[in-house]
């Protein structure tokens, strides 16, 4: 199993990035897909989710209206399209894997920082 995240980097206040998650190992269609992330000395946040086929998708009020969940259960991907961004959305970025039956997994995390 595994979850494998890109996109991250610098980017000014303002810009945008678009995160991914490569999933393997799996049947990804099975799960629900979650964007958390995490900055030091904190908990790890709840960014975003989106069920099994794309019918609901939920956010954090920090980044609704800014950030959007998508994913394609063809190329089993998840994505976080993060607009608008602050520097206090500067963290490490992490994908999971949430079933029913509590099978979870987690992805290594993407750093972004936004800063000018």
């Known amino acids: 199993v595994q979850l494998v995240e890109s996109g991250g980097g610098l980017v000014q206040p303002g810009g945008s990035l678009r995160l991914s998650c490569a999933a393997s190992?799996?049947?990804?269609?099975?799960?629900?897909m979650r964007w958390y992330r995490q900055t030091p000395g904190k908990e790890r946040e709840l960014v975003a989710t989106?069920?099994?086929?794309?019918?609901?998708?939920n956010y954090a009020d920090s980044v609704k209206g800014r950030f959007t969940i998508s994913r394609d259960n063809v190329e089993n991907m998840v994505y976080l399209q993060m607009n608008s961004l602050k520097p206090e959305d500067t963290a490490v970025y992490y994908c999971?894997?949430?079933?029913?039956?509590?099978?979870?997994?987690w992805g290594q995390g993407t750093q972004v920082t936004v800063s000018s």
């Open positions: 989106i069920s099994t086929y794309s019918v609901r998708k």
């Open positions: 190992g799996f049947t990804f269609s099975r799960y629900e």
């Open positions: 999971k894997a949430a079933s029913s039956w509590g099978e979870d997994y």
